[in-house]
């Protein structure tokens, strides 16, 4: 399983595509202007506490109120509110726990008016950026993530994910990061911490210590409210939480980035240092691996499947919506059943990878093809919770309903990817618009496929005389592609009457074949 990462740098925004054996599989873009990213840690101002939502709103410098919730405190915060108070003023210059003296826990069950006061000066971190029109959800119950470890001020838990089987792994990693770690800290072990060393895991572990050092030590003369601390760039956080040893290429068309990320990578994998290559051709980089018209295919509303299936996925505010369609595939030798099943699994395989590249988050419902079996109904969801194990995301997955219906929940911390890919209408009225031209050939190659199944053989192919001549271009072209694969010469006459998307498949006789 081959992994490359592509990196396109302009002046606004840096772009990441994940190319998992050449297929786009995340996208994620990193603005400047961004400046409420999950991880940041704020000097804040409590706002107004609600009763009644058992929440405050709190002032963390965003145009809307952050929103913190009475669970979202932390048992500890008495005790981080002691600290911060005693840091603020001087007092404190020492920013080990080991001598200090902690305060009771809160009530798990307690009100919020009760621990916080309205213009009461709090630390806290970014758990979910802003939404429409929400503002960030916000924590007081602080961590620093690392590449394998994650370190928690004011606790003494040390957790391991439950992604990590072996129970003999589980206590050797819990015996060493136990040995290493600095009383009044807790330590959440993460997935890559397996089979690592104590050297390495100490490393990551003094590295996310001075993070602590640097917050507290921004805090006198800190602002409120004021950024005390930014999560690390887009970059190395991808590298940082989903780098390993599949990773094959890691292009960048910018040369300053690409030596920050070769440095990032030779700090956390020496011996791979070598993929990372900086890009430098008239191509654009996303053009050259094929990213751009992958972004035009798979962001529509409508998404293309092999063998003429298609899905529809539509967003509302409350939740998402996606239907598995069929389309005009055809399989005479199949009853329904078996179609549906064979269907529904490729389905599944894209709706995963769907998930992860528009990071689709909240309630998503899924309409599959409906099955009778209940051995294909259970088929269908252990597919698909298969297909998403690699989702980073935390997610749960509910069998089918009696309505045949698969319902999701999947965890959303910042905006969903939605990228435009509707163009305006060459032929059509002033402010209409038509599916991305490029998307025209996988249209044109899924209902050719679905004709050569049927046992067709001469096929005349009418259509716009550019597009006519796209398809011929080069020894090489489209149509002899079509040749080498089905064996058949497809006759291609332009037609000067047709719009720029038009075309039609005829038969031997010259008639229109029909989807």
């Known amino acids: 399983m081959n992994k490359e990462l592509i990196i396109r740098s302009n002046s606004d925004n840096v772009d990441f595509a994940l190319l998992k054996e050449g297929k786009l599989v995340e996208f994620q873009k990193d603005k400047d202007n961004n400046k409420f ?6 000097l804040a101002k409590v706002r107004k506490a609600i009763p009644g939502l058992n929440a405050a709103f709190v002032n963390v410098g965003y145009q809307k109120d952050a929103f913190l919730h009475y669970h979202d405190l932390g048992p500890r915060l008495l005790s981080l509110m002691k600290f911060i108070k005693s840091v603020s003023t001087g007092k404190n210059k020492n920013f ?8 009771k826990d809160i009530d798990k069950d307690g009100k919020i008016d009760k621990v916080i006061k309205s213009n009461q000066t709090l630390l806290v971190q970014i758990v979910k950026e802003p939404i429409s029109t929400k503002g960030p959800r916000i924590s007081s119950e602080i961590s620093f993530a690392g590449r394998y470890l994650v370190l928690v001020p004011f606790s003494s838990r040390i957790s391991i994910s439950q992604k990590i089987e072996s129970s003999s792994e589980k206590d050797r990693l819990k015996r060493l990061v136990k040995s290493i770690t600095p009383k009044g800290f807790g330590v959440i072990i993460r997935t890559v911490a397996q089979g690592q060393k104590v050297a390495e895991l100490d490393r990551d572990l003094q590295n996310l210590y001075r993070k602590w050092e640097d917050v507290c030590s921004r805090i006198p003369s800190a602002q409120t409210p004021s950024k005390i601390l930014g999560e690390m760039n887009k970059a190395s956080s991808i590298l940082r939480d989903i780098f390993n040893d599949s990773f094959t290429k890691i292009f960048v068309d910018n040369i300053d980035l690409c030596a920050k990320i070769k440095d990032y990578i030779f700090e956390i994998a020496p011996h791979k240092e070598d993929i990372v290559k900086y890009y430098n051709s008239k191509t654009p980089i996303f053009e050259k691996f094929g990213i751009e018209r992958q972004i035009k295919v798979s962001f529509g509303k409508t998404v293309r499947l092999p063998k003429g299936a298609y ?3 539509e967003h509302t505010e409350a939740l ?22 064979e269907v529904n699994l490729i389905a599944a395989k894209e709706l995963a990878r769907q998930f992860r590249l528009r990071d689709m988050g909240g309630i998503i ?7 009778n079996s209940s051995e294909n109904r259970r088929k269908l969801f252990n597919h698909l919770r298969d297909e998403m194990k690699e989702d980073r995301a935390k997610h749960k997955i509910l069998p089918p309903s009696k309505f045949g219906l698969i319902q999701i929940t999947r965890q959303r911390v910042r905006p969903e990817m939605n990228i435009k890919t509707n163009e305006p209408n060459p032929n059509g009225p002033f402010g209409s618009e038509i599916e991305a031209p490029i998307v025209l050939i996988d249209k044109i190659n899924n209902q050719l496929d679905s004709i050569v199944k049927r046992g067709l053989k001469k096929l005349t192919l009418n259509i716009h005389p550019f597009i006519a001549a796209f398809l011929t271009k080069g020894f090489l072209s489209i149509r002899m592609k079509w040749f080498l694969k089905y064996k058949i010469w497809i006759k291609i006459m332009p037609r000067d009457a047709y719009t720029y998307l038009e075309y ?7 008639k229109s074949i029909k989807f």
């Open 311 to 313: 899905l529809i996925i």
């Open 320 to 341: 998402h919506v996606v239907d598995v369609n069929s389309g005009n595939r055809t399989s005479k030798e199949k009853n329904q059943e078996d179609t549906a099943i």
């Open 504 to 510: 039609r498949f005829k038969n031997d006789e010259g």
């Open 96 to 103: 080990s726990l080991n001598d200090f003296v902690y305060e």
């Open 365 to 371: 419902v899924v309409d599959f093809i409906d099955m």
């Open 37 to 42: 990213s999950v991880g940041d840690v704020f």
